[in-house]
T-cell receptor
């Protein structure tokens, strides 16, 4: 069975600073990997996804993520954080065909002005 | 594109009553929808997979007689919490898989259920 680990429960960064959120996965086959963002009391918005091909994927809102098979990681990055990026970020792994997703426990991002 | 709506966004009900939550894909057809439950400050837990025109598949530990799922059309799935109790209070989120692009799930805004 697949699993996802997000080691950081909370992260605080200053506005304008760079950001990296960690995600490690466990899955026997080639994973389908996703990053979602959730604002308080809201559903999840897809930031980016990786299925195959170029291991560096670009997403919305200036986010990117890099798939590293050797490290079983799919870390999310942003070069310059904005105050509006404060939210909960979830990494997820899925099986092929868009079947069930397994989510990590999430990382709460706080942005200091 | 790829917008999913949920109704209601929040609901308060008395213990013992039933509550129905709707999930709609607004601009695409979804043969498959998913229902998740999220407790405060926790991750999403998949409850069931809903397929249009067939019975839902429930995850282990989820009572299918308590959480009734109906996927009557390609754009609508409903979750009915029957005989609700305070422990059913939670944030329920649905997602839908675009039939044309099935590898990605798009999430609704969620429904906050409070059972008194």
């Amino acid at each position: 069975a697949q699993s996802v680990t997000q080691p950081d429960i909370h992260i605080t960064v200053s506005e304008g600073a760079s950001l990296e959120l960690r995600c490690n996965y466990s899955y026997g086959a080639t994973p389908y990997l996703f990053w979602y963002v959730q604002s308080p009391g809201q559903g999840l918005q897809l930031l980016l996804k990786y299925f195959s091909g170029d291991t560096l994927v670009q997403g919305i809102k200036g986010f990117e993520a890099e798939f590293k098979r050797s490290q079983s990681s799919f870390n999310l990055r942003k070069p310059s954080v904005h105050w509006s990026d404060a939210a909960e970020y979830f990494c997820a792994v899925g099986t092929g065909g868009g079947n069930k997703l397994t989510f990590g426990t999430g990382t709460q991002l706080k942005v200091e002005l | 594109g790829a917008v999913v709506s949920q109704h209601p966004s929040w609901v308060i009900c008395k213990s013992g009553t039933s509550v129905k939550i709707e999930c709609r894909s607004l601009d695409f057809q979804a043969t498959t929808m998913f229902w998740y439950r999220q407790f405060p400050k926790q991750s999403l837990m998949l409850m069931a997979t809903s397929n249009e025109g067939s019975k839902a598949t429930y995850e282990q530990g989820v009572e299918k007689d308590k959480f009734l799922i109906n996927h009557a059309s390609l754009t609508l799935s409903t979750l009915t919490v029957t005989s609700a109790h305070p422990e059913d209070s939670s944030f329920y989120i649905c997602s839908a898989r675009d039939s044309l692009f099935p590898d990605t799930q798009y999430f609704g805004p969620g429904t906050r259920l409070t059972v008194l």
